[in-house]
Each structure stands twice: as structure tokens, then as C-alpha cells.
């Protein structure tokens, strides 16, 4: 039997998420207190929780519920698993307490919001020829000629595409920022292996001012609709805003007792 | 809250996840981010960077160069010619209207109607020019 | 073509064994399996950019989302053991 652990809260309204637990359906979602910091947790059978879409999904719900019933929260990483209840109010809770505490003022009624925005892959390779001579002109070639003919060409036109797609990634993504940051508290940049991608980003908000937010995305999508597609997804808890450095206990002595 | 349909090409997408809703949407940020506490619960944290990637945003290889190529290719050059002379124009520069979204504003009015602008919303324009000169 | 594309770009060297390149092969048919982290991102990301321009249905959402998270488990479990 183990401890599986959702997320840390303040000022949960009474009552945790009727909702089902991740790796076992009927245990209940209960909580853990300490000088008010609520560990919000469920048992489990076995320490290793296996990421099906299943419990992936349960740890999602569980979270998002508790998002709109407390005054703040924060969002463990799925899969954090604490050999019992003691360990939990003991090593966490009271021995990281003061962390815990600075975390939870940190998004005290703060949500995430999500953003991906992608290319349109027509629109901004027409922008990229149109652009570069170069780029056309080797267009031109390849096409004239036999595939077999044009290998090196295509990896110097590919070349120049990509070299190009990156400047405007940049731009553009910049640009985006610059659209959306001003409504945010705090916001966070990620590398997207994806060449169509033109950002992922995420931003910390004020719970009053996600609408605001709102309408800011739809404009920043309406005008670039010929060109990027946006797509954001709020509120979250936020995921991307609380980090702390880890500590080093010695893995085996705390799983054996 | 605005809810989106699933499968739709949106414009935007703008909504809560609700049970059920696509875990492919929060999957990065319910496995990569959150908060990560102990070593000693990394026992079932294993893989926890699964979804981290290095300093590369796009894996520069001829593969990708090759894709590109073929992407560039599959483009109809042709109806875009018309359009070269307002995609210099509009730039990409934010300095061009002088405000923050300015690079957006000059792109949209650029490649608005993806290169037809001359012929088709030119056209609507002039219509639009004379009602109001009859008006 | 991947596994050929890998030994195509790794740097000149004198040659090497028989067992060195079985090695190679083996590294690359495991990462193809099982997927690298990179590449599994690569594929959300593209679950995610596919959804965003309406290109597939549900079905195929539902499908290519279970492929991943098969993918996933694999490589959680792998690290572990």
C-alpha cells in the first residue's frame, strides 16, 4: 500500500473531488493537513503507477477540480508516490513546509493558460519564396529536373526553407509574447521539436483576469488567421509555475521502513 | 467559457479540459511539469524528462531538408507571383505601424486572401470605394 | 530507412567489428520500438498541430493517442527496470 499524491493546497472548500482515483477506482481521494497545507492524495497498491490514459486522465480531473474548489494550488507531476500518509505530513508537508508555503502564495488564485501556435505550412512557405529568390530559383530548377537529378538541390532549397522558417519562428513567436504577455502574471517559453511550430508557451494569470486574456488570444487569432493557427487551452493548474529544488534522501532507507 | 468542437479546424482553441476531453492536450504538462519534490519518489517518477528535448528546435537533418523541398514543391508558385510585390511591402518588421502588434497587422494585410488580394479583395475594395462615393 | 540513415551519418572511423555494428543495429531497432524522448514528443506535438488543422477525426485522434501512450509506458517501464 502506498500513498499517491495529486497536488498541494490552501484553502480547499470542504469535501475532495468525488472523483476516481488514479490507479485504483474505488479508493477515495481524501486529504492530509498540516498548518494548512492540504496534500490532496489516494492510496495505491503498488509504488510504480504505469502511465495509461486511464490514470493520466484521472490525475488530470483531479486536479482540475481542485483547481476551482481552493484558493490556491499546486500541481504535482504525475506519478508521485509516497510509501504512506506519515511520510507524506512528515517529509513534505512539515520538513518542505516553508517551500510549500512560498509555492502556494506564488499561484495563490492563479491559473495557467496553454498556447501552441502553429504555421499555416501553405501560407508561410509561400511568404518564404516569395521572400527569397534564391529559394525560388531552386524551386524552379528542382522541379524542372528529374528527382534523381536534384538531390543536392533539394537539400540546399530544404536548407534555405528551414534557415528561413527559423528567423520567422523567432519573429513571429516574439511577437506573440509581446501580444499576450502584458495580461499575464509571469510566462514561460518551451522548445517545440516541430517544424511548423511557431510557439508553446505558458502564462501565469490572475484567476480575474482569464477572460481578459480571452479576448486578447482571439484577437492576436483573428488577425494572424492566414498565417498561424493558435491554440490555447485555460484555465490549468498551473503545471509550468512551481518547481523547487530537489533534496537528496536516500531513496532506499526512506522506501524500506 | 467559448467550448470548441474536436475535430474542427478553429481558429482558436478556448476551453477548459473537462473529463473525457483530449489528454493529448495536457499531456505535457501532467508528465514534464508539476511539481517533482523528493529523489527519493523519483522511484515511480522514472523517465520523468520522457518528454524534454535538447537545445533543437527543429532536428536539422536532410530528412527535414528533404521534406521541406518536397513541402516547397507541392506549393502552386504560380498564383503566388502576383502577390510578391505586398509580401515585401507588409515586412515583418513590428517598426512598420509603429505598435505592438505591428508585424501581425503588416503580415495580415500581406498575405490576406493568401496572395488573391490583388485580384479578389482589391476588387471588393473598389466596389466598396464607389457605394460611397454614391452615398 | 532509419536504421540505414543512422549509419550513413555516423562519423568515419576505422573500421569496426562485426559485433560493434550488430551493437548499432540493435541501439536503433530498440530506439524505433520504443522511441527515442524526442520523438515522442515529436508526435504529441503532431497530434496536437493535425488536431489544430482539423486533419484527421476522432477515430484517428483516439488511435494515434493510444499509440502514443502504449509508446510511453514502454519507455517508463524500460527506465525503470
Known sequence: ?257 | MAVAQRGTSQNYLYRAPSPGSGLVDVLDVILDKGLVIDAYVRVSLVGIELLTIDARIVIASVDTYLKFAEAVNRLDISSQSSGLPDLLEGGMESGAKGKAEGAIEGVKDAVKGNGRKQQDDDGDEQEQDEDDSDA | MGIVTGLLTLPLAPVRGVAWVAEQLAAEAERELYGTSESLRRELTELQHDRTFGQIDDDEYTEREAALLARLSALRRRNQG
Request: charged share 25%; hydrophobic share 45%.
Open chain 1, 1 to 257: 500500500m502506498a500513498t499517491y499524491l495529486y497536488g498541494i493546497a490552501r484553502g480547499l472548500r470542504p469535501g475532495p473531488p468525488a472523483l476516481p482515483s488514479v490507479g485504483d477506482a474505488d479508493a477515495k481521494i481524501r486529504t492530509i493537513e498540516s498548518a494548512g497545507r492540504v496534500a490532496v492524495v489516494s492510496d495505491l497498491a503498488d509504488a510504480f503507477v504505469d502511465a495509461t490514459a486511464e490514470d493520466l486522465q484521472r490525475h488530470s480531473d483531479v486536479l482540475q477540480k481542485l483547481l476551482t474548489s481552493s484558493d490556491a494550488l499546486v500541481p504535482l507531476r504525475f506519478g508521485t508516490v509516497y510509501p504512506d500518509d506519515e511520510s507524506v505530513a512528515r517529509d513534505l508537508l512539515e520538513a518542505r513546509g516553508g517551500e510549500l508555503d512560498a509555492l502556494l502564495k506564488c499561484v495563490e488564485n492563479r491559473v495557467e493558460a496553454r498556447l501552441k501556435a502553429f504555421y499555416r505550412e501553405e501560407s508561410v512557405l509561400a511568404e518564404i519564396v516569395a521572400e527569397q529568390p534564391r529559394i525560388a530559383e531552386l524551386h524552379r530548377r528542382t522541379q524542372a529536373l528529374p528527382a534523381n537529378a536534384t538531390y543536392y538541390d533539394r537539400i540546399r532549397l530544404g536548407e534555405l526553407v528551414a534557415a528561413a522558417l527559423s528567423d520567422k519562428r523567432r519573429r513571429d513567436g516574439d511577437q506573440i509574447l509581446l501580444h499576450l504577455a502584458p495580461f499575464a502574471v509571469d510566462h514561460c517559453v518551451e522548445e517545440e521539436p516541430h517544424e511548423w511550430s511557431v510557439l508553446t508557451a505558458s502564462f501565469l494569470l490572475e484567476g480575474s483576469a482569464v477572460e481578459e486574456f480571452h479576448s486578447a488570444v482571439k484577437t492576436l487569432a483573428d488577425d494572424t488567421e492566414q498565417r498561424v493557427q493558435v491554440r490555447c487551452l485555460a484555465p490549468l493548474p498551473p503545471y509550468s509555475f512551481v518547481a523547487l529544488p530537489l533534496e537528496q534522501v536516500e531513496a532506499e532507507a526512506a522506501w524500506a521502513s
